[in-house]
């Protein structure tokens, strides 16, 4: 009966770990599709004037000025155009409306705001996707070792203390 219980712990802490190790498998594929796409919107061909809002497979960087900044979305004049991009912001570093920035424009939409103090990727831009990704990979990691190695250790501290018990009776 000890022997049966004994490889219970040690298949707990195999399955935690083979679990987290196949979720790291997913987001290090969602990593490498989103480097891929980061990889064509760095090489994609330079936009020519009417291409830039034009939703052409090309990326250009124009200046602008940011109107509004929440933790949801910014807007931004840019071009003479009026450009609001999705945002995930926990902090706000004091960007402030009115302040100038670089605005990068691929397939029509901005995807990122560079300025003094502060660098916006927008939500589900291929940077977005990898850092997220990055992000899940080191806490599946991080997770999936402690709890299979913590399963594992405590398992084999309560069979030990079992097995100094003196016997019930």
Known sequence: MFERHRARYVWGSVACLATSWVMVGAALIVQRQAEAQQRRVDQ???????????????????????????????????????????????????????????????????????????????????????NNARTTVRAMVSLGTLLGAGNLVIALAVRSANRRRPPVG
């Open 44 to 130: 994609a061909p330079v936009c020519e004037s009417p291409q830039v809002f034009s939703g052409t497979a090309c990326r250009a960087v124009v200046e602008g000025t940011v109107t509004a900044l929440s933790t949801k979305q910014a807007e931004i004049d840019a071009g003479g155009w009026h450009l609001t991009m999705v945002v995930s912001r926990d902090q706000l570093d004091g960007l402030a409306p009115g302040t100038p920035v670089q605005v990068t424009v691929y397939r029509g939409a901005p995807i990122r705001l560079d300025g003094d103090r502060v660098h916006i990727d927008a939500v589900h831009s291929p940077a977005d996707r990898r």
